[in-house]
């Protein structure tokens, strides 16, 4: 394959997430008095040089929320008044994953821009009735891509956690080998549609019905999980909002702070090493319930992230003693069982972290696709309604007409 780069004016579509971790509420030390001057944010003036070297018909950035809430929201403006200035066309939408049938709730900035000689892409509208829990900065509270109260959506059913990975082998902490079996079929319809290989999932878009083959199931190994951290995962209860607060020598005192209970003696590891870690006393001022949190089955979970780190998230198997997953998290970024990711096991936790949710890229490239090829869905509104059954894997129409798919 040749690495040949364009030409300005040879571009359909640019499409980028400008790395984060500058602008990211998991980086304490962010440079608030002056954004654009952090290394760590350069990338999105980049991203938009780019654009003016380029000149795409269509341009698609993806990033954190904080984009719009750190520092009055400077960044997601500059981004806004840079497509503005080189003559773009441009529209902004908050967006969540479980709103397009994953179980996670996973909150992105989406900022469409097009030429003006092009058709503007909308957002589309959730397919899936999930509880907006907050987190869209109050200046940009209009943004996020939602039904008027006023309006009333036949939505289907927010998923959970069950829906996603109940099918799926036992490992434990030491699982090596990431290929195995299947051992059960499928239970939901989530299951059955993610474990299709690529031509099943393929056929089932364009109205083939054949159920999924009998694939091999791959990446399902966790994260190992160091001696200490294996043994203090032993003991938190298997029960629904179990952490570490549930492990003994803690109690919660005044306004929800956890504190080493004086009434009980420090309990030890055979390490030497304290039970309870002084950091999960202290994160977050001893208000999170994060550390060494475990899952549940009815929950739609919070972001998939970059790490398996028990120590600062919610990521604990319900019923077993481990961490998700690197499979368990793809499958709650809505990845088919049939991709296969590389590399050491960090790095695919990473990968999988990373990736907008694929329902959302792909309710997002129909948006494109519609826009692209100048249809109209027949409303003037920034936002689209997506077909009857987008994402249902018995859908019986092709999303775009088979006479319109290109050949490659």
Known sequence: MRKVLPLPGDVDVLCGGPPCQGISGLNRFRNRDDPLNDDKNRQLVTFMNIVSYLRPKFVLMENVVDILQFAEGYLGRYALSRLVAMNYQSRLGIMLAGCYGLPQFRMRTFLWGALTTMVLPKHPLPTHNVVIRGGAPNAFTQSVVAYDEIQNPTLKNALVLEDAISDLPKVGNDQADDVMEYLVKPKTEFQRYIRLSRKEMLDYSFGDKTGPGEGTLMDHCPLRLNKDDYERVKRIPFEKGANFRDLE???????????????????????????????????????????????????????????????????????????????????????????????????RYMQVGNAVAVPVARALGYSLGLAYLRKHDGSDGPMLVLPANFFSPGQTEAVVPADEVAEE
């Open 249 to 347: 020598g803690v109690r919660v005192g005044p306004n929800n702070v956890a504190e080493f209970d004086p009434e009980i003696p420090r309990v030890y590891l055979e390490s030497g090493n304290p039970l309870v870690p002084e950091y999960a006393i202290k994160f977050r001022s001893g208000k999170s319930l994060r550390p060494f949190g475990r899952l549940w089955w009815d929950e739609t979970v919070p972001t998939v992230v970059t790490s398996a780190n028990p120590h600062s998230q919610r990521i604990l198997h319900p019923s077993q003693a481990r961490v998700l997953t690197v499979r368990e998290n793809a499958r709650l970024q809505g990845f088919p069982d049939y991709y296969r990711l590389d590399g050491p096991i960090k790095e």
